[in-house]
């Protein structure tokens, strides 16, 4: 058997594992929510977004599904509701502070706070082989700064608790700084964005404003960047290191305030973020986030999943 074959024997194997724990329900001791606890979702009309609130409803949550689109988000909304979910629906674009900013005072008038926000609103215009920077600074835009401003929006409304609350960032492997594929060659860059404890926003905004220079002037291509879906994986690789920030810094926070944040990659999910082009079901890629959102003994924070499982950045 080749390596590829053993390879997918065993992601074959894990995904049995996963299913067959999805299968058994969370026993009464690991079940710390009900019905009050508030979870926040993040383009959450279609795709992994739409399913990470399934999960979350019928677990017994009460889940905000946000969407930029209006009338999607409503159908989305009224679909889970049928299905006798505590699912409600409010209008948010994270690229716009004034969006976000009425959504924060309409959560803190209706809800009080939350309990965990998912940040999974995200875009990507490469399909295929395709991999145009044309649409990089709305990439950029929406992937990265859209999950800062809102973590940063919302953490203020996010509820005391013995467990802690939850951030889980939808992120992906393309934004790895380590993987033996895709990863920037530039090693200075690199190990600056490795090094936790000097990574900064300052640090990484200006990583990021390289890269837009160098797409809108053309020289992107021999400077380093990744070279699969360029735009999108530079955005996840800043998600990746604003996860690891904001963990070192909320690691402060006091018991009872707690606020674990970690990001996971979906996979290649059949979504239209990927064209339907992806291997895995949305099921599959709400997983991980979904466990993340849910686990009653979370102690770890800064950490990047998949398939359940820690991999490395």
């Known amino acids: 058997m080749g390596k590829k074959e053993k390879a997918k024997e065993r992601r074959e194997q894990r995904l049995q594992e996963i299913h067959l724990q999805r299968t058994i329900p969370y026993s009464h001791h690991q079940r710390w929510w009900s019905k009050e606890t508030v979870a926040v979702v993040t383009g959450g009309n279609r795709g992994i977004g739409f399913e990470i609130c399934r999960q979350l ?41 004034s969006s976000i900013n009425q959504f924060v005072e309409w959560l803190r008038e209706n809800c009080g706070g939350l309990d965990i926000l998912v940040n999974n609103a995200g875009v990507n215009f490469n399909l295929g082989s395709d991999n145009s920077v044309e649409n990089a600074r709305k990439v950029i835009e929406t992937n990265y700064y859209g999950t800062k401003r809102m973590t940063e929006a919302i953490i203020s409304l996010m509820k005391p608790s013995l ?58 291509t021999t400077e380093g960047w990744p070279q699969v879906y360029t735009d999108y994986s530079v955005s996840k690789l800043a998600v990746n290191a604003y996860t690891r920030l904001m963990a070192r810094k909320l690691s402060e926070r006091p018991e009872g305030q707690k606020i674990y944040i970690n990001c996971y990659c979906p996979g290649w999910v059949k979504t239209a973020l990927t064209g339907y082009a992806g291997n895995n079901t949305v099921e599959e890629g709400a997983d991980t986030g979904v466990w993340l959102a849910l686990l009653s003994d979370q102690t770890f924070m800064g950490k990047f999943f998949a398939e359940r499982r820690e991999i490395n950045f």
């Open 163 to 220: 467990v802690g609350a939850r951030i889980v960032n939808v992120s992906s492997r393309l934004g790895r700084l380590n993987g033996r594929r895709n990863r920037i060659s530039n090693v200075a860059l690199r190990e600056q964005l490795s090094d936790v404890e000097s990574l900064s926003e300052e640090l990484i905004g200006m990583t990021l404003s390289t890269f837009l220079q160098q797409a809108e002037d053309g020289t992107w």
């Open 57 to 97: 409803a019928t677990h017994g949550l009460t889940v905000i599904l946000t969407s930029r689109d209006t009338s999607a988000g409503v159908e989305s909304v009224k679909a889970l509701q049928e299905g006798g979910l505590s699912v409600v629906y409010h209008q948010l674009d994270v690229v716009d502070y």
